[in-house]
């Protein structure tokens, strides 16, 4: 598929199969699509939990109440045959800048006011998700919900410091309805993008 094309039809999936597992080859080529994602200071302060199978039912029981029936979004993205659980790890990137190159060997967490590990492995997850469209596979990228954060890492046994970014849901999709977000409507590229300063619509000549 042509890369606009795949850009163009990557949707978010909401609906998977439960029957039909991601097969080997797109799964090992999705992670390591991931890995190519640049990263600040080439930290690649990035990790990737794989769950396939029943070894997703890990994951759900530890964001979702017992005593609240699954709504249709949970039915749905509950079905998907594999969960890539994103993972950033702020250390990575502070030890990098620590290095004589970079010199900040104080690691002060105030000279990052964007914190370019999640921005990172946030770009290392859209790799997965256009890997997955080029293979005709539908794919999710949704968060943690807060009040699920420590029992999700204590699940998975991911260490303390790091950070759950998001989760990318992988499968063959159903029909499923498209998110009612995008009644919003895309944002004109003439509102997006900016000339020469804020405020200048882009006007494209
Ligand atoms: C950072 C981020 C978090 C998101 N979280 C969720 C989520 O928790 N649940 C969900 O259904 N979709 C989630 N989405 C998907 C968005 O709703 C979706 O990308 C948007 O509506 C545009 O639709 P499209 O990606 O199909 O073009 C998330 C997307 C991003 C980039």
Redesign the pocket.
Known sequence: MEFSQVVRR???T?GFDADRPVPHHILQSALEQATRAPSAGFSQGWDFVVLRGEQTQKFWPATTSEDRPADR?LTG?SAAPCLIVCVSNPDAYLDRYAEPDKGWADRDTQRWPIPYWDVDT?MAALLVLLTATDHDLGG????VPAHAMTEVKEVLKIPQGRRLV?VVALGYPLADR??P??RRGRRRLETVAHDGEFGQPWSGG
């Open positions: 990557r949707r978010m909401r979004w993205v946030g999710l990228f949704f968060g998001g498209k998110s977000s995008l």
